[in-house]
């Protein structure tokens, strides 16, 4: 079940939903909650980590659920920010939530054919080997591979944060996620769209194309630019809550 803490005051307009990636939580995006609370009212998605032998945890899933909570909490508009697998969630939530989402926007997320475009099972089951043969040590390596800034012990934190989710939970979000096929959602998406991505990770070959993305490239910044460069990405992030404004 999907959850939501709240940040900051309502009195500037509807809240920004702050939905965190794959095996992360919401602390993610403590120097967002930091910069914009006095600014907007923030609700910060912490989507758990469900046991797949008796829930759906399938990507269309728990943009349901982040809608079951919304709702719980009586939001009647909201502009959602996902980072990594967040944001498929959110564009899940969004073609649910309809005309009550303003926008969407990602980080780092949405453009790289190889995450965010349907995948072949046999590539899936490859893909996901490693991790079931030491789920740690693979994490501790793409950990270093896909971060790039930031404190010295930024690395440390997100490792032992993404390192201790549950494994059977975090194997079946990423098989999800790989078959997810987001260029048959993305006609369904009834709001704007902007991504905040990392312009050295990016690969250009690779890059899918998706109409209407407003695609914003980050220099010297990994996979978590909202950790690595937080005042530079709150720039980025403020000028793209502008086109959720009424």
């Excluded at 009195?11 to 910069?35: F, K, M, T, Y």
């Excluded at 991504?195 to 070959?205: C, G």
């Excluded at 690779?206 to 978590?224: E, N, S, Y």
Aim: with cysteine; proline share 8%.
């Amino acid at each position: 079940m999907a959850t939501l803490r709240a940040f900051g005051h309502g009195n500037q307009g509807p809240p920004v939903v702050l939905v965190h990636g794959w095996c992360c939580s919401g602390d993610v995006w403590r120097h967002q909650i930091e910069a914009f609370a006095g600014r907007c009212r923030l609700l910060v998605a912490e989507l758990g980590h469900p046991d797949p032998e008796t829930q759906d945890v399938s990507i269309a899933a728990t943009g349901a659920a982040l809608v079951t909570a919304l709702d719980r909490e009586g939001i009647d508009a909201c502009t959602l920010v996902g980072h990594s697998m967040g944001g498929p969630v959110a564009l899940e939530a969004a073609r649910r939530l309809r005309s009550r989402c303003r926008a969407v926007i990602g980080v780092d997320t949405f453009t790289d054919a190889a995450f965010y475009a349907a995948r072949p099972d046999a590539e899936i089951a490859t893909r996901l080997e490693p991790f079931r043969r030491d789920f740690a040590g693979t994490m501790t390596t793409m950990i270093d591979r896909i971060t790039l800034g930031g404190p010295a012990d930024l690395r440390r934190w997100v490792t032992r944060m993404m390192a201790e989710a549950p494994r059977p939970s975090a194997l079946a979000r990423m098989a999800s996620l790989l078959a997810h096929d987001i260029e048959a959602l993305w006609p369904t998406v009834p709001c704007p769209v902007a991504t905040i991505n990392s312009a050295p990770l990016d690969r250009p070959e690779a890059r899918l194309t998706l109409a209407g993305l407003d695609a914003t490239w980050m220099p010297d910044v990994g996979h978590f630019p909202m950790l690595e460069a937080p005042e530079a990405f709150n720039r980025q992030l403020a000028r793209a809550l502008t086109m959720a404004s009424p």
